[in-house]
């Protein structure tokens, strides 16, 4: 595996609630939001919204998650645009986009984005020492591949 710096001063972090969980996500970030104003935030539609009027700090929004924001935060993972995921999903309520959800999860452990699904594992990444400081995240060696290799021109 390849390792990818992070820089500890500008984190992407990607932010995302289901419904019954966005109060909790919003009551969290708003607590942490002094460690959150110093990175990149990114979120799902709605989520996106109340974070920005609740924090006051740009937020960066997909498409709500059931339309393609979990597929679009699961592809900016891929290209190495995402450093860490807040998912408070809800285990719960069955989601009609259940498919999308589990690609996203799939895509961080493939890529070993940090992620956490509840409050409690949220406050273990945010007060980390790791968090606050550079990181060097091994990622699978999955570089650019060369369509040669695949067309037999090779």
Known sequence: MDTTPEPAAARHIA???HDNKKAELLEWASFN???LKKHH????GTTGNML????GMHVQRFLSGPVGGDQQIGARIAEGGIDMLIFFWD???SQPHDPDVRALLRLCT???IPM???VATADFLISSPLFHEEYERAVPPFGPRDYTEFSGTA
Do not use: C
């Open 33 to 35: 939001a002094g460690s």
């Open 91 to 93: 285990p719960l309520e």
């Open 116 to 118: 956490a699904s509840n």
């Open 15 to 17: 932010l995302v609630a």
């Open 52 to 55: 920005e009027h609740e924090l």
């Open 41 to 44: 935030l990114y979120a799902t």
């Open 110 to 112: 493939v890529w070993n």
